[in-house]
């Protein structure tokens, strides 16, 4: 059975919102999309992309590309152990920084929880300042910590260890809130004092959630530590900005494959622990 | 853990009788205790070596030598040695206001708010511009990186390699190597956050994709609809709530790197950042802070907003 243009057009005319929007909403659509596009159009010819620039552009891209094929090969150990202390050094930053931020963050998470903190008041003012916390960007705070602290890899730690600081109180306090009160009132009826209602119906439920936490947002690090030196705050980042800096763009193509390397292997390690300790539990997002 | 070892130990010495049952009973618990005490040290030691390792890779207990304040020098643990120095560092950021001259010292305090605010500007668009560029790449390539989309496999490994290199690569090495080729400006900003976008878009995208009804889509088919026909009507609806929303929160970062990326010279706000440092404007800095801050606070909860809207019309349809 097929529809006749007259039938289409019968149709059109009985139910016309099934075939369009209303007028109003077209218009509205239409407005936002000639917004948009004009903000586009805006935007191109304000940040100058004329097609000579992306033509030269391109070409020199091509030049850096080239210096991809063949990867450079560090061929004495004591270039490639100066790659390797910085590789290592971004991990020792992302670890330690995910354990300071943690070890501040987990007192600060009881007190931002419901059902531990009974004042509403103080709650919402250790939330809000959790916001403030996660607000910092990491790279500004490394700025501010190597003015104190001098060069090197410590002012990458502390960096992410207050910007993580705000994050994991929340997901901490999140994760205490998401607990079962049972447990809880099993250790009340014992006679259990709040420490040790917290200690033995608390602690079991939220550690693996805190575990699971800890494993993501170390990943996480990992990825923004390889950034920290940039700004001169150690790790793999010092090297490799050193590196475009000098233009040796063969030896930059290979720190930036082995950083993605060691993206991998730390996503792929932390896949295994998380589940050999937590099993598939699919609850911390 | 041990609880529910116990558990069901106790479960088993009730099916059976007597004194064999509990001494069975104490067997299976004292291999169970062993069992996590090893565990645990296990676990512990891991640990202690991980830590001690980056520890001393990270220079975490160096011990360094400062200038005391009569002028003697001492060795001292570079952490509280550092103290004095970072609250020295952050009052001296610290604008003197006075309550008489307030409207003067806000003045003196942002002097270069013409400047700073049309670098604002900027610094939105650039993340504006890139957010878009990233969705169009993410969007495009999501398709063929999605494994029930993809026309075969050696498509979907080269676009999902693609997509890994693009966001495991920092944006901040993206624009040193734009800032190379395109010259210093927004655009190599644009450029580098772009694709950094494209990368974690792709992948959210893809996923999003892979989650999909696929009846619509046979639906679309039966009625004689073509491959793009289905696409359009039969997988766009379904996935363009979720797109929407990791687009919004997409572009939330994207401000936030934005507003340090001109660090490296690709355009927005960073760049005053290296300005203020280099000249030591130390109130500069702090003006700086708070109006990356309020704007990414503002930003956030905009979005935020948008985003609870975008996925009530979901919850509506």
Redesign the interface.
């Known amino acids: 059975m097929t529809l006749t243009a007259k039938e289409i057009a019968a149709a059109k005319e009985r139910v016309p919102l099934a075939f369009q929007a209303p007028l109003p909403v077209r218009l509205r659509r239409a407005a936002l999309w000639a917004g948009f596009i004009g903000?586009?159009c805006y935007?191109l010819w304000?940040?100058?992309?004329s097609p000579e620039?992306?033509w030269t552009?391109?070409g020199?891209?091509g030049t850096?590309l080239s210096f991809m094929f063949p990867p450079h090969v560090w061929d004495n150990w004591r270039d490639f152990s100066e790659v390797l202390?910085g590789l290592?050094?971004t991990?020792?930053?992302a670890?330690?920084g995910t354990?300071l931020g943690a070890i501040v963050a987990f007192p600060l998470s009881f007190l931002g929880a419901k059902n531990i903190n009974r004042f509403s008041l103080l709650r919402q003012t250790t939330r809000r300042g959790y916001?403030v916390i996660r607000?910092?960007?990491t790279?500004?705070l490394a700025?501010?910590?190597i003015?104190?602290?001098?060069l090197?890899?410590?002012p990458?730690?502390l960096a992410i260890a207050v910007s993580e600081i705000g994050t994991f109180a929340k997901l901490f306090s999140e994760a205490i809130e998401n607990t079962s009160k049972k447990p809880v009132d099993g250790v009340k009826a014992s006679g259990g004092s709040r420490l040790q209602q917290i200690r033995y119906a608390i602690a079991?439920q939220v550690n693996p959630v805190i575990l699971s936490i800890l494993l993501y947002n170390f990943e996480s690090n990992v990825?923004?530590g390889?950034?920290l030196g940039?700004?001169g705050a150690?790790g793999i980042?010092f090297l490799?900005?050193d590196r475009?800096a000098a233009?040796k763009w063969d030896e930059a193509w290979s720190i930036?494959f082995l950083?993605?390397a060691m993206?991998?292997l730390i996503d792929y390690l932390s896949g295994l622990i998380r589940q050999r300790i937590i099993g598939k539990w699919d609850g911390a997002k | 853990?041990t609880?529910s070892a116990d558990l069901s130990a106790g479960a088993a010495a009730a099916s059976g009788s007597g004194a064999d049952t509990l001494a069975e009973f104490e067997r299976a618990y004292a291999a169970q205790r062993r069992r996590s005490l090893r565990n645990w040290t296990l676990g512990t030691t891991l640990f202690l070596i991980?830590?001690a390792?980056?520890?001393?890779?990270?220079?975490?207990f160096?011990v360094?030598q400062i200038t005391l304040p009569d002028g003697s020098r001492d060795w001292r643990w570079?952490?509280p040695a550092?103290?004095p120095?970072?609250g020295e560092?952050?009052s001296q950021t610290i604008p003197t206001l006075h309550w008489d001259t307030l409207g003067s010292d806000l003045a003196n305090w942002f002097w270069r708010w013409k400047i700073w605010m049309n670098l604002l500007f900027?610094t939105i668009?650039?993340a504006?511009?890139a957010t878009?560029f990233g969705v169009i790449g993410g969007f495009l390539l999501s398709f063929p990186a999605a494994r029930n989309l993809a026309p075969n496999t050696w498509v979907l490994w080269i676009t999902r390699r693609y997509l890994?290199?693009a966001r495991?690569?920092?944006?901040?090495?993206w624009a040193?190597?734009?800032v190379?080729?395109?010259?210093v400006?927004?655009?190599a900003g644009?450029l580098a956050i772009g694709l950094h976008a494209t990368g974690a878009l792709g992948k959210l995208y893809s996923e999003v994709n892979e989650n999909i009804d696929m009846r619509p889509l046979e639906g679309v088919k039966a009625a004689g609809g073509s491959w793009f026909d289905q696409i359009r009507y039969g997988a766009v609806p379904q996935v363009l709530p979720n797109i929407l929303s990791y687009t919004l929160l997409r572009f939330e970062i994207n401000v936030?790197a934005s507003?340090?990326i001109g660090?490296?010279g690709a355009?927005g706000l960073g760049q005053e950042?290296r300005t203020a440092?280099s000249f030591q404007e130390y109130t500069d800095l702090s003006a700086l802070?708070i109006i990356?801050?309020v704007t990414?606070?503002i930003i956030?909860y905009g979005s935020e907003k948008l985003r609870h809207r975008v996925i009530g019309l979901e919850e509506r349809v």
Do not use: H, Q
């Open positions: 903000l586009f935007c304000a940040f100058d992309f620039r992306i552009g391109l020199r891209l850096v202390n290592g050094e991990l020792a930053i670890f330690l354990l916001d607000a910092f960007e790279l500004i700025l501010i910590f003015r104190a602290f001098g090197g890899p410590l990458g730690i079991p990825r923004s390889t950034i940039i700004v150690g980042g490799l900005s475009i233009y930036i950083i993605i993206v991998y | 853990m609880m991980l830590f390792l980056s520890s001393w890779l990270g220079d975490f160096k360094t570079i952490i550092g103290l120095r970072l560092y952050i900027e668009l650039i504006f511009m878009v890994e290199i495991t690569v920092p944006e901040l090495v040193l190597i734009f190379f080729c395109f010259s400006g927004p655009m644009v936030r507003s340090i660090y490296v355009g950042f440092m802070f990356i801050f990414v606070v956030d």
